[in-house]
């Protein structure tokens, strides 16, 4: 049995496995990949940004191209990205944590998370649905498809966080019996 397994065996569920492999995994996606529109095209290494190019080129997103070819209006998705960076990026080692180790505090942080991921994702789904991209419709589909795990995984997130959270502060405020 693995390290990952003892680890995980009987005091997580299903689910803070998903959480913790999409946190785990956030990391050098991140750093590596969402990164890139950020910095100038000449910092980033070769290899990545053939990467990128594929996302762009082959793929056809339109918000992650890197360099002069890069759309002026997509300011609000480079916002995004410096807010991931800046902000989202301790927290998945944060998460990854205390979903390692089953921490019983990381339920309002999870629930913070998910909200506020979920609640950013919805006009990058809206743009690649209705937006002033030049894309056909089944480019749009297949993006929508690639970024949609960003949206249901947070949104799960903060569902399963809220429960818990509610049901924390409903046992919290039942009248003590004396």
Known sequence: MSAFSRAFSGRHSRMDIVYFV???SHIPITLLIDAQPLVPAGLVPKALLSLTGFLTDVLGDPFM???PRARSDMTWFR???ASELLLQMPFFFYAAWALWTNCPRRHLPLLVYGVHVATTMIPILGTLYRGDI???????AMLAGIYMPYLLI???IAYESYTHCAAV???AAKPKKS
């Open 154 to 156: 947070p949104l799960a």
């Open 22 to 24: 999409y946190f785990v």
């Open 134 to 140: 030049d894309r056909p419709c089944g480019t749009r």
């Open 65 to 67: 191209v890197v360099g």
């Open 79 to 81: 916002s995004l990205l």
């Open 169 to 171: 502060l409903s046992a």
